[in-house]
């Protein structure tokens, strides 16, 4: 009985393992591509908006849906086109899911989550549920190799909302960053 406990324990310990191990295995990834881009198709209640993402270390650039969100230097330019503003503010105030803060969000993931793999239609994946009390859980799948995420799915009591990644790839050009001159009429909030 002892014994069978012990193994229990080792496929318990090794299941946790291996999906912070591909938690880490897409962090890793990403980080050995040193600049890259990645476009996006978000899923809510049957609508899809598309948009992309260029990531350089910490610092990001993402555009979607007529809004742009530049981070460099811990500073977050929110660009939003049909308000014709900009509202800055420290990166500190950026989210942790993927869309938020593209450069950190898998790194934060294992503080916040309880993490469990999984294998679902052959593909691995990554089961994420609250350390504490209820919320969203969220399912990470892998692509073909297992390095990169190729799907996350938020999921909520009442829904959810599905990021597909159709590309990740190098970036050879620079990182746009944000320009002043470029928003000259827009109305600037600055909330630091």
């Known amino acids: 009985m002892r014994s069978l406990i012990l193994s229990l324990f080792i496929i318990i310990g090794i299941g946790v393992a291996s999906a912070q191990s591909l938690l880490d295995s897409f962090s890793q990834r990403l980080a050995s591509m040193g600049r890259y881009q990645a476009k996006f198709a978000v899923v809510v209640d ?48 950026l989210g942790s899911d993927l869309l938020s803060n593209p ?42 190799s297992g390095e990169l995420p190729r799907r996350i799915v938020y999921n909520f009591a009442n829904g959810s909302i599905t990021i597909l990644l159709t590309s990740i790839e190098l970036y050879d050009m620079a990182l ?6 470029r928003y000259a009429e827009y109305e600037v909030i600055d909330m630091r």
């Open 46 to 93: 049957g609508q899809t908006i598309g948009g992309e993402y260029i990531v350089e270390g910490s610092n990001f650039y993402i555009t979607s849906d007529g809004v742009e969100l530049y981070v460099a230097d811990g500073v977050k330019y929110e660009v939003n086109s049909s308000k014709r503003e900009v509202v800055v503010d420290s990166a500190a105030s």
């Open 176 to 181: 746009p960053l944000f320009e002043q001159s």
């Open 103 to 144: 450069a950190q969000s898998f790194e934060s993931l294992k503080s916040q989550f309880n993490v469990s793999d999984s294998v679902a239609s052959g593909v691995k994946m990554v089961k994420l549920t609250p350390k504490e009390g209820s919320g969203e859980s969220i399912d990470i799948y892998a692509d073909g």
